[in-house]
């Protein structure tokens, strides 16, 4: 499985962006999909996910102001972000295909190449 994010950039505090995450192969629709993000120096950090029935979690962080959804017709899955924050100024990375506790990093199998979202004050 092949993850190729996009749609991050640079905004102003207030703004939004709509990154996507399309996902090659066969099992999309069955896979627990997830958003991570990584500032400078820090670990990498949750923020949503969405598993194969939509069922959907976020981090408390982004809770309000963050949005997760999926299109299983064109294995893409969609994180709107609204109201962003400078603390949001990070790399974000898709994920998929999660053995465990799909809040964890470390239990997916498969990753993008993250996108930089920058936010400005």
């Known amino acids: 499985v092949q993850l190729v994010e996009s749609g991050g950039g640079s905004v102003q505090a207030g703004g939004s962006l709509r990154l996507s995450c399309v996902a090659s192969?066969?099992?999309?629709?069955?896979?627990?999909m997830g958003w991570f993000r990584q500032a400078p120096g820090k670990g990498r950090e949750f923020v949503a996910r969405?598993?194969?029935?939509?069922?959907?979690n976020w981090a408390d962080s982004v809770k309000g102001r963050f949005t997760i959804s999926r299109d299983n017709a064109k294995n893409t899955v969609y994180l709107q972000m609204d109201s962003l924050k400078p603390e949001d100024t990070a790399v974000y990375y898709c994920?998929?295909?999660?053995?465990?506790?799909?809040?964890?990093?470390?239990?997916?199998?498969?990753w993008g190449q993250g996108t930089q979202v920058t936010v400005s004050s």
């Open positions: 969405i598993g194969w029935r939509g069922n959907t």
């Open positions: 192969g066969r099992s999309f629709s069955g896979y627990t």
């Open positions: 994920a998929a295909s999660v053995v465990g506790d799909p809040e964890r990093f470390t239990g997916y199998a498969y």
